[in-house]
Structure formats: C-alpha cells, structure tokens
C-alpha cells in the first residue's frame, strides 16, 4: 500500500513539474503566469463561485514577489524565479494579482456568471383597452 501512494505522488510531482516546464516554455516575456480558472459559472451570482484557482509564474530574473487576491496576500516567494499556487476559494467578482512591494507586476479579473438569465425589467407598463 505505501508502494502505491509513493508511485502515485510521484506521478502526480512529475505530471505537475511537466505542464510547469511547458508552460515555461510558451512564455516569451520576462515575467508571466498562467491562472485558471478566471471564469467560474455559480447558480447565482450573489453567491460567489467555488473552484479550484490554479497559478503558475515564471521569471527571467529572480524576484521577490506575493500573490494577492481581492487584496489580501495569499502566497509569498522570495528570490524566486518561478512559483505555484493552488487551493479551493469561493470568490465574488474580484482581482488576481502579482506584486513586487506594492507594485502591481500581472493581473488579472476572476469573473462569476450565473446559470439564472438577469431578471427582465418591463419597458412599458401592461395596457388594456378596458
């Protein structure tokens, strides 16, 4: 049994360091990320959307950086010239972003939509001609 949660941790590390090293690959800039998702569907909008949000960044140089979402920090690295983070949140509408300090390196908007069409107003009220 320990054989098998060895074998498959390991393949899990490997399986995560490949798409790693190919998406280090695709990227030509000096600083960039992939995160997913940035757009989650909820049943309504006013409860914000549970997923599992996914960043991977790459640096030419190495950098001392923090993830923030919706203003908080939620991952730090130091001197680093990439870094991954991934966890279960329940977010509203709101921003993903890596800092050097306080600027702002990458960002990006997290988007919720909704299964439920937005409710139609009436243009014009109801006529009869009684």
Do not use: H
């Not at 306080?102 to 988007?111: A, D, I, R, Y």
Request: aromatic residues 10%.
């Amino acid at each position: 049994m320990w054989m098998l949660r060895c074998g498959f941790l390991l393949l899990l590390l490997i399986s995560q360091t490949s798409q790693a090293d190919s998406a280090a690959d695709s990227c030509a800039e000096p600083l960039c990320w992939q995160v997913s998702p940035i757009v989650c569907v909820a049943d309504k909008i006013e409860q914000g959307c549970q997923a599992e949000l996914r960043v991977i960044w790459f640096s030419d140089t190495p950098r001392t950086v923090c993830l923030y979402l919706a203003e908080q920090a939620e991952r730090c690295w130091q001197q680093a010239t990439s870094g991954q983070w991934q966890q279960q949140i329940n977010w509203q509408q709101g921003w993903l972003s890596l800092r050097q300090q306080q600027q702002v390196l990458l960002s990006t908007e997290l988007l919720v939509l909704s299964r439920q069409p937005a409710k139609r107003r009436r243009i014009s009220g109801a006529w009869s001609i009684f």
